[in-house]
C-alpha cells in the first residue's frame, strides 16, 4: 500500500512538473514574440529611449507586480506589461544600430542568445542534473556585476565594459541552467515567475552580445 502511494506521488509530481515546464516554455514564447514586436515597433517610430531611471523603475515595478500576482491569471497580464516594456526599451538601441548599417550585429546577437539558450535547456533537460549549487556562485556573481557596473559609471574604462558585458553572459548562462533544473527537479511550481526568470536572462544575454560584438567591429 505504501509502495502504491509513493509511486502515485511521484507520478503526481512528475505531471506537474511537465505541466510546469510546457507554461513555462510556452508562455516564454509569447512574450517572446510580443517583446519582439514592441521593439520592432519602438524602432520603427522611433521612439526615445526611456532613460536609466525610468527603465529601473519600471522594470523593478513590473518585476515586483508580476512576483504579486503570480499565483492568479493577473499575473500573466502583468508579465506581458513586463516584457513589453522591455521589447520597448530595446528600440532605440536596435533603430541605433540599424540606422549604422549594423544589422549582422543585431543577427549575431539573436543567434548567439538562441544557441546559449538551446544549449544550456537542452543539456539540463536532457542529463536532468541538479543545479541548485549555482545559486551561491549566482548570488556573488550579482554582486560583483553590481560592484562593476557601478565603478564603470565612474571610470569609463572600455576594457571593463566588454568585461562586464562577457560576465553577464555567463551570469545569465548559469542563471538559465538554474532556473530550467529548479523546473525540473520541482523547485519552482509557479510557470510565471519561471517565465520571468527565463526572459530576464535571455534579455540580458542578448544585449550583452550586441555589446561584445559591438566592440569588435
Not at 533603430?95 to 543585431?106: P, V
Not at 560583483?144 to 565612474?154: D, K, P
Not at 574604462?157 to 553577464?168: D, E, H, K, R
Not at 510557470?191 to 552580445?209: E, P, Q
Given at each position: 500500500?505504501?509502495h502504491?502511494?509513493?509511486?502515485?506521488s511521484?507520478?503526481?509530481?512528475?505531471l506537474?512538473?511537465?505541466k510546469?515546464?510546457?507554461?513555462?516554455?510556452?508562455?516564454?514564447?509569447?512574450?517572446?514574440?510580443?517583446?519582439?514586436?514592441?521593439?520592432?515597433?519602438s524602432?520603427?517610430?522611433n521612439?526615445?529611449s526611456?532613460?536609466l531611471?525610468?527603465?529601473?523603475?519600471?522594470?523593478?515595478?513590473?518585476?515586483?507586480?508580476?512576483?504579486?500576482?503570480?499565483?492568479?491569471?493577473?499575473?500573466i497580464v502583468?508579465?506581458f506589461?513586463?516584457?513589453?516594456?522591455?521589447?520597448?526599451?530595446?528600440?532605440?538601441?536596435?533603430?541605433?544600430?540599424?540606422?549604422i548599417g549594423?544589422?549582422?550585429?543585431?543577427?549575431l546577437?539573436?543567434?548567439?542568445?538562441?544557441?546559449?539558450?538551446?544549449?544550456?535547456?537542452?543539456?539540463?533537460?536532457?542529463t536532468?542534473?541538479?543545479?541548485?549549487?549555482?545559486?551561491?556562485?549566482?548570488?556573488?556573481?550579482?554582486?560583483?556585476?553590481?560592484?562593476?557596473?557601478?565603478?564603470?559609471i565612474?571610470?569609463?574604462?572600455?576594457?571593463?565594459?566588454?568585461?562586464?558585458?562577457?560576465?553577464?553572459?555567463?551570469?545569465?548562462?548559469?542563471?538559465?541552467?538554474w532556473?530550467t533544473?529548479?523546473i525540473?527537479?520541482?523547485?519552482?511550481?509557479?510557470?510565471?515567475?519561471?517565465?520571468?526568470?527565463?526572459?530576464v536572462?535571455?534579455?540580458?544575454?542578448?544585449?550583452?552580445?550586441?555589446?561584445?560584438?559591438?566592440?569588435q567591429?
Amino acid at each position: 500500500m505504501d509502495h502504491f502511494i509513493s509511486t502515485s506521488s511521484r507520478r503526481q509530481s512528475l505531471l506537474n512538473t511537465n505541466k510546469v515546464l510546457r507554461n513555462t516554455y510556452f508562455l516564454l514564447s509569447l512574450t517572446l514574440i510580443f517583446s519582439t514586436l514592441t521593439a520592432t515597433l519602438s524602432a520603427l517610430f522611433n521612439l526615445p529611449s526611456p532613460g536609466l531611471i525610468l527603465m529601473l523603475f519600471g522594470f523593478y515595478g513590473l518585476l515586483f507586480l508580476v512576483h504579486k500576482l503570480s499565483n492568479s491569471s493577473s499575473g500573466i497580464v502583468a508579465t506581458f506589461a513586463l516584457t513589453g516594456f522591455m521589447g520597448y526599451t530595446l528600440g532605440p538601441l536596435l533603430n541605433m544600430l540599424l540606422s549604422i548599417g549594423s544589422s549582422d550585429i543585431i543577427v549575431l546577437a539573436l543567434g548567439g542568445t538562441a544557441l546559449v539558450f538551446l544549449s544550456c535547456s537542452i543539456y539540463v533537460l536532457t542529463t536532468k542534473k541538479d543545479m541548485s549549487f549555482l545559486s551561491g556562485m549566482l548570488l556573488t556573481g550579482f554582486i560583483v556585476l553590481v560592484g562593476a557596473i557601478i565603478s564603470n559609471i565612474f571610470l569609463q574604462i572600455p576594457a571593463l565594459s566588454l568585461t562586464i558585458s562577457v560576465m553577464f553572459i555567463l551570469f545569465s548562462s548559469a542563471a538559465i541552467l538554474w532556473e530550467t533544473s529548479n523546473i525540473i527537479n520541482g523547485g519552482e511550481t509557479n510557470y510565471i515567475r519561471a517565465t520571468v526568470s527565463l526572459y530576464v536572462s535571455l534579455y540580458n544575454m542578448f544585449v550583452s552580445f550586441i555589446s561584445v560584438f559591438r566592440r569588435q567591429v
